[in-house]
């Protein structure tokens, strides 16, 4: 196990060596002498200063960078968002003498888009609700960005069209906590897409 570890250290150490032995001596000076110990005792391992790298390839991303668009809406930054889902009807039918029943695509539905954020004096989604209670659709288009370690890098984002709200939480009041009020907003989109 331990040969294996070893190895693996050799190989990255092979790509970065390069870099980690012209600029070796800048970082090294900084160091105590414990860490410069540590450090020699482990094979060609090169810090992330030296080489620059942020990122590998299999790191995941913090689902705490993301941001909310709602064409028309300025409500401010929110908590959560989830409900990014679909499903697929299934449509089951048999014929002649086959025992199993056979199954084909239905209609295509997307979930509801939950947004949780901390109440402030911007009625903005509020407004939007009242907008459907006395009647109207007030369809909206908007998009959900996931953000890079750096907050403001866009690495994916998802469009949506077509939505209404369907669902509105207000508040639970509780005089024991010291928490946020909190407000919930649940819409109906006819349609995701990446882009």
């Known amino acids: 196990m331990a040969n294996d570890f070893n190895d693996a250290f050799e190989k990255l150490g092979a790509k970065a060596g390069a870099a980690a032995s012209t600029e070796g001596g800048k970082w090294k000076?900084?160091?105590s002498d414990a860490a410069k110990a540590t450090y020699n005792d482990l094979p060609f391992v090169t810090?992330?200063?030296v080489t620059?790298?942020?990122r590998r390839d299999h790191d995941y991303y913090g689902g705490f960078n993301f941001v909310v668009?709602?064409?028309g809406v300025s409500a401010g930054a929110f908590q959560k968002c989830d409900g990014l889902n679909f499903e697929v009807d299934m449509i089951?039918?048999?014929y002649g003498m086959s025992p199993y029943p056979r199954k084909r695509r239905g209609v295509v539905k997307w979930g509801n888009i939950k947004l949780t954020k901390?109440?402030?004096a911007n009625t903005a989604l509020w407004d939007w609700c009242q907008e459907?209670?006395?009647g109207?659709?007030?369809?909206?288009?908007?998009?959900i960005h996931l953000l890079a370690d750096d907050g403001s890098t866009e690495v994916k984002t998802y469009k949506w069209i077509n939505g209404f709200p369907v669902k509105w939480s207000g508040f639970k009041f509780d005089a024991s906590t010291t928490g946020p009020l909190i407000e919930e907003i649940e819409f109906s989109v006819e349609e995701v897409m990446e882009g």
């Open 29 to 31: 000076e900084s160091m």
């Open 47 to 49: 810090p992330l200063v």
């Open 52 to 54: 620059g790298i942020n």
């Open 69 to 71: 668009e709602i064409d």
């Open 92 to 94: 089951e039918y048999q």
């Open 118 to 120: 901390g109440y402030t």
């Open 132 to 134: 459907v209670m006395r």
């Open 136 to 143: 109207g659709m007030a369809r909206k288009t908007g998009a």
